[in-house]
């Protein structure tokens, strides 16, 4: 189940946190794995741990904003591993800050990660994706990381809210696009609810600040309180369900979302 033997897949953000963790189990998976991102040494470094486990990595520098970082980490992974089969938009940034806090620069450095990172990695990965697709039994595959604030409006971070809102409603589109065009490539998202990562013990930080109180351990019980399951997310967690969707056996999947929030969009 799951299988990714022979796929090649190219990950933003994957030095660290939900990225690190999908490369990881993608190339357990049997995955030739690309990372990218733009902290360099944890680049490197999680790459150097899938080379030990026996896996077949390359780190490459890239900005999710400028098209040269994409242009060169596609061309890095097709060069190096034969072609692409699976791209995973997860770079991604949270703000925390509401309207009336929030400047134009927020606002463009939101939309310039959340939302020109998607674009521009959906578009330049497009060509190597459609080649391989030509031949996979189910085409080639995009993951692309939103969230359940995606979905459903967030007191945190309003505006963060509306670039996953745009990258749930993009993935719809670009599968029907792609499908239209008969590339073979499935897209679909995935919607997180509050995840044990750094970006995670943020939105605890942004919570204790709107409690006035700065007490990050109990805005983390309210977080925890909110996701019916009882504990939150782990990276673990959504590496899972993005391998699923790389993998064949989603392959009746495309401009679908997968949500794995422990049941937070449920009430």
């Given at each position: 189940?799951?299988?990714?033997d022979?796929?090649?897949?190219l990950i ?9 963790e ?13 990372i ?81 990172g ?39 971070d ?52 709107r ?18 399951i ?36 449920a009430?």
């Amino acid at each position: 189940m799951n299988r990714l033997d022979g796929k090649v897949a190219l990950i933003s953000g994957a030095a660290r946190g939900i990225g690190a963790e999908t490369a990881r189990q993608m190339a357990r998976a049997g995955a030739k794995v690309a990372i990218g991102d733009v902290l360099d040494e944890p680049g490197r470094q999680t790459v150097r741990a899938l080379e030990q486990e026996g896996g077949e990595a390359l780190y490459a520098h890239l900005d999710v904003t400028s098209s040269d970082d994409w242009d060169n980490a596609v061309a890095q992974a097709v060069s190096r591993f034969g072609g692409l089969d699976i791209l995973v938009n997860n770079a991604g940034v949270f703000l925390g800050r509401g309207i009336e806090q929030a400047s134009l620069a927020d606002w463009q450095k939101l939309c310039g990660v959340n939302l020109t990172g998607v674009f521009l990695g959906t578009k330049i990965a497009m060509p190597a994706l459609r080649e391989r697709g030509r031949t996979s039994a189910h085409g080639s595959a995009i993951v692309n990381l939103a969230s359940v604030a995606g979905l459903v409006g967030s007191q945190l971070d309003p505006l963060y809210s509306m670039t996953k809102g745009g990258v749930t409603s993009f993935t719809k589109s670009a599968a029907l696009e792609f499908a239209r065009k008969g590339y073979r490539i499935r897209v679909n998202s995935i919607h997180p609810g509050v995840i044990e990562t750094d970006m995670g013990a943020q939105t605890f930080a942004v919570r204790a600040q709107r409690m006035d109180t700065n007490d990050v351990d109990a805005a983390r019980e309210l977080s925890l309180a909110a996701h019916p399951i009882g504990r939150l997310g782990t990276a673990a967690d959504i590496a899972s369900g993005i391998v699923f969707l790389a993998s064949d056996d989603s392959g009746f999947m495309t401009g679908a979302g997968l949500v794995v929030d422990g049941g937070y969009t449920a009430q």
